[in-house]
């Protein structure tokens, strides 16, 4: 099947910072990539749609100016973390759009200290 | 709009028995539908699916899932459990028109007892 891969796998960094994490879709093109955000023991949440060569659409209550995302190939999406801060730290899942189906990232683990 | 419910947030079952994770969902247009697994500190890993035909849908590892239209529900099932099937499950939908995106349940824990 189709492989999206996520990079980094984790990350750890000082509030204040801002982190880029890079989703890519290895064997297909994806006009359409998403970003959610996951709690512990929590179901996924979607945060936006990315679109390729457009604008991201963020769901409600999701800050696009501190979650930038941006779609510049159809098979690269990254989502930026501005001025992190400590409840940003999440699981953040990446996933490509092929059909029907979504084929997810294996998730980048955000810890902000 | 589109909701799915998974009644059920924790599952404990001893190995080689039979589970059922249950999966109903709310849309006002047709859906297709989906369960997922995920495993510790992983993404999520598409077990099946369920797009047009026949109502009983098999997967990977050995799931399978109907779908009941009348009832809105997407069981997914297993005859016989292992150890390594403790994961997390997720039903998903996504409609036919409109929206493209996925629209999740909360999500099952299935614990495998030795």
């Known amino acids: 099947g189709a492989v999206v891969s996520q990079h980094p796998s984790w990350v750890i960094c000082k509030s204040g910072t801002s982190v880029k994490i890079e989703c890519r879709s290895l064997d297909f093109q994806a006009t359409t990539m998403f970003w959610y955000r996951q709690f512990p023991k929590q179901s996924l949440m979607l945060m936006a749609t990315?679109?390729?060569?457009?604008?991201?659409?963020?769901e409600q209550g999701v800050e696009k100016d501190k979650f930038l995302i941006n779609h510049a190939s159809l098979t690269l999406s990254t989502l930026t973390v501005t001025s992190a801060h400590p409840e940003d730290s999440s699981f953040y899942i990446c996933?490509?759009?092929?059909?029907?189906?979504?084929?997810f990232g294996p998730g980048t683990r955000l810890t902000v200290t | 709009a589109q909701s799915v419910t998974q009644l059920d947030s924790q599952v404990p079952v001893f190995e080689e028995a039979p589970v059922e994770l249950r999966c109903n969902y709310s849309?006002?247009?047709?859906?297709?539908l989906f369960w997922y697994v995920q495993y510790p500190n992983q993404g999520l890993q598409l077990l099946l699916k369920y797009l047009s035909g026949s109502t009983l849908v098999k997967g990977i590892n050995g799931f399978e899932a109907e779908f009941n239209k009348s009832q809105t529900s997407f069981h997914l099932r297993k005859p016989s459990v292992h150890i390594s099937d403790t994961a997390e499950y997720f039903c998903?939908?996504?409609?036919?028109?409109?929206?493209?995106?996925?629209?999740f349940g909360t999500g099952t824990r299935l614990t495998v007892i030795p």
């Open positions: 996933s490509a759009r092929e059909g029907w189906e979504q084929y």
């Open positions: 998903a939908v996504i409609p036919q028109t409109g929206a493209n995106n996925l629209f």
């Open positions: 990315s679109n390729e060569g457009s604008k991201a659409t963020y």
């Open positions: 849309s006002s247009v047709s859906v297709y």
